[in-house]
């Protein structure tokens, strides 16, 4: 019997030790003005006032709010959308909610859109709101959520980037390893890419080319064609969007090398900087420095590439850089926000505020939302079995 | 623990993944059905394994009510009793430990099949991150990533928000362990299986609703190829309406719960594998003096000691 009960007592243990990492979320940074908005990793958007986190005033001051007030909105890897007097905020559940941005209190009593699982932040371009849910590409009022395609744009795989629109053309990469160029007007395809790999995240325009990070290296292609101008193979994941800057073009790769390409030509302007990190995010450039986050935030010389400093912040970085006017402001996995003074010396911290004491992930699985039932009837099962047990052994006593 | 860890991908779970990735692109990147296949080709070349384990089980039960016999008899002489059993083993031509090594070894293969199929659905983008460091730098493998989790009306990533799955893993479960159940012998023991009879596919058709779908097409197959092998080892064992007598009755063979091979079937209903066994393996050997002895159709073969309990 004991034979018999091991492996069940080993599945048992394995079911409870390895099940999948649930989605956790956590967003870079979104910039407006004075006030710097953010998705902890706890299903929390902040909206914090950049002169009262330097004053160290207490949480939350005038201006500042989080939403929701009590409990979790679920995981949120989407960067929150100020526009206007309103924030948009897109879950992994898939729901988009707008929010009133000097209170933060939700607008309506419904979301404004639900669908599949948002991972890319939503963008407002000419008064068009555009989500990417699931593997669709929806075009959606912003004021009413209504959608305002015929149908949306549906990829072969999901979508994890955001949009970039320009003029007339949406150019998006899914994880089905295809960019695509659509027409704002109806979302209907201009052009598609195949690339060799997966593409996770936003691709980058600039100077008629369109670049972008995918799983088998760095692309460029020319914008308003679709055609192939280099590719950077890579046996390295890239995940981040790449940034251009005056020509070049920078990106990170999951096996620790920064890279510097001329944008027109894909020729590498520098050896590839080695670090101890795995990148995942975009590079950001803040006073001539281009900025990488990954286990600590480096910064390079961009014409050069010499390696200036790295600042550790605590723990990894959990999302994009965002630099304004010599500012760089970023999120790591300690909860933690922080505003970094950038100079080619050294970045000095001018402030920092952890969103909420961390609690570690709950639930068995990414699906986890009625575990505790779960967990009820797991010891309702024990109660079961002591109880059979015992009248086993009655059985056997007399 | 860092070492036993790299040990552990490098030897089992990296080679599982990557051929998991590899068997994925021949089969129209299709996951479900490379799910089923890929757990086909597991348990066909774990087959002797397997085999050994239900032989060295089989053969196990058949003695149990011996074993019981002789507890009895030394309750008081403990080292008497030890000696007992393994000279009863040993006459028997059975290891006490013979099932659970075929076991053990199958274990960290089940172990690492579990978490190939869990980290290659990768459904976060946490989960995909963490994917790469596990691929083979082949371009082969890294271009199929991420697998596509489409299979019939389900994403292997979620659960089925059907019952279709959550009943397919609880009856297949409920079938093999039935196939298996023994019914002589301890009443202890009976009760266990009893309990064991229905908890198991009830947890596991719990756990359907919960764990993502392509976990439970894993449990399925695993179940359904499991019946498969039980049945040619041991034809349909507890699922048989043979007439058992209950335990502590004597029986006119005359050894109380020792089930019978030959009620409420033919022995052409058999499997020809099962026949053909009954009386030729180690476990099915006959003891003298006991209700294996030639020409006594009890022994050995399907279901020794695993009838079910109905009248």
Not at chain 2, 159 to 187: A, E, I, N, R, Y
Request: with cysteine; charged share 15%; net charge positive.
């Amino acid at each position: 019997m004991t034979s018999r009960l091991l492996p069940f007592l080993l599945l048992g243990l394995l079911l409870l030790s390895c099940t999948s990492a649930p989605a956790r979320g956590g967003s870079g940074a979104a910039v407006a003005g004075e006030r710097v908005l953010v998705a902890s990793a706890e299903g929390k958007v902040f909206a914090l006032d950049a002169g009262a986190r330097s004053r160290g005033l207490p949480f939350p001051a005038p201006g500042e709010w989080a939403f929701p007030e009590n409990g979790s909105a679920g995981a949120i890897y989407a960067a929150p959308l100020a526009q206007g007097e309103r924030v948009y905020v897109a879950s992994y559940q898939g729901q988009l909610s707008a929010l009133d941005g000097l209170t933060g209190k939700a607008l309506g009593d419904k979301a404004l859109f639900k669908g599949e699982a948002v991972v890319g932040a939503p963008v407002l371009e000419g008064g068009v709101l555009y989500l990417a849910s699931g593997s669709k590409l929806f075009a959606l009022n912003p004021l009413t959520g209504q959608p305002l395609w015929p149908k949306p744009f549906q990829a072969g795989n999901r979508i994890w980037g955001s949009p970039v629109v320009a003029g007339e053309t949406i150019y998006l990469g899914s994880l089905d390893h295809h960019i695509y160029a659509l027409r704002t007007k109806d979302g209907s395809l201009i052009w598609e890419y195949k690339a060799g790999g997966a593409i996770a995240s936003s691709p980058t325009l600039g100077e008629g080319g369109l670049f972008f990070s995918a799983f088998d290296g760095l692309y460029a292609l020319e914008a308003e064609t679709g055609s192939l101008r280099w590719h950077l193979p890579s046996r390295s994941w890239f995940w981040g969007r790449p940034l251009f800057w005056q020509g070049k073009v920078f990106a990170g790769s999951q096996e620790g090398r920064i890279y510097g390409l001329e944008a027109r030509t894909g020729k590498q302007l520098w050896e590839p900087v080695s670090t101890g990190g795995s990148f995942n995010f975009a590079p950001a450039l803040g006073e001539g420095v281009l900025l990488i986050g990954s286990d600590r935030v480096y910064a390079l010389d961009p014409e050069g590439g010499q390696l200036l400093w790295a600042r550790e912040l605590g723990a990894p970085v959990a999302g994009d850089l965002v630099a304004v006017e010599g500012v760089a402001y970023v999120q790591a996995k300690n909860l933690t926000v922080f505003a970094l003074n950038v100079k080619r010396e050294g970045a000095e911290v001018l402030w920092s505020f952890t969103l909420e004491e961390r609690v570690p992930p709950s639930g068995p699985s990414s699906n986890s939302s009625n575990w505790p039932l779960y967990l009820v009837l797991g010891a309702g099962l024990l109660v079961v079995f002591y109880l059979a047990l015992r009248r086993g052994s009655r059985g056997a006593g007399k | 623990m860092g070492l036993l860890s790299t040990l552990w991908n490098e030897a089992f779970f990296q080679p599982m993944l990557n051929g998991l990735i590899l068997l994925y692109s021949l089969l129209l990147q299709n996951f479900g059905l490379t799910i089923i296949l890929f757990t086909v080709l597991i348990r066909l070349v774990m087959l002797p394994l397997t085999l050994k384990q239900l032989q060295s089980t089989k053969a196990m039960t058949a003695v149990q009510s011996k074993v019981l016999e002789l507890q009895k008899k030394y309750a008081r002489d403990k080292k008497r009793l030890a000696e007992e059993q393994m000279k009863l083993y040993k006459e028997a031509g059975i290891s006490p430990t013979g099932c659970l090594w075929p076991m053990l070894l199958q274990i960290p293969i089940w172990i690492a099949l579990y978490q190939a199929i869990l980290k290659g659905l990768a459904a976060t983008p946490e989960e995909l991150q963490s994917l790469s460091g596990y691929l083979y730098s082949s371009s082969f493998v890294q271009g199929m990533v991420p697998l596509r989790g489409e299979f019939l009306w389900l994403n292997l990533a979620v659960p089925d928000p059907t019952l279709v799955l959550p009943l397919l893993v609880g009856v297949s479960m409920w079938v093999q362990q039935k196939m298996v159940t023994t019914t002589g012998g301890d009443p202890r023991q009976q009760s266990m299986n009893r309990f064991m009879l229905w908890m198991m596919p009830m947890m596991f058709a719990l756990f359907t609703f919960q764990f993502a779908s392509g976990l439970a097409i894993y449990w399925a197959a695993s179940n359904i190829i499991g019946i498969v092998i039980q049945y040619f080892v041991t034809g349909w064992g507890g699922l048989r309406r043979s007439a058992i007598p209950p335990a502590g009755k004597k029986v006119a063979n005359g050894t109380a719960g020792i089930p019978r091979q030959d009620s409420g079937r033919s022995d052409r209903d058999r499997p020809g594998k099962a026949r053909a066994q009954e009386g030729r393996g180690r476990g099915n050997r006959p003891l003298k003096g006991t209700p294996g002895a030639p020409g006594d159709r009890n022994a050995g073969g399907p279901g020794a000691g695993e009838s079910p309990p109905r009248p």
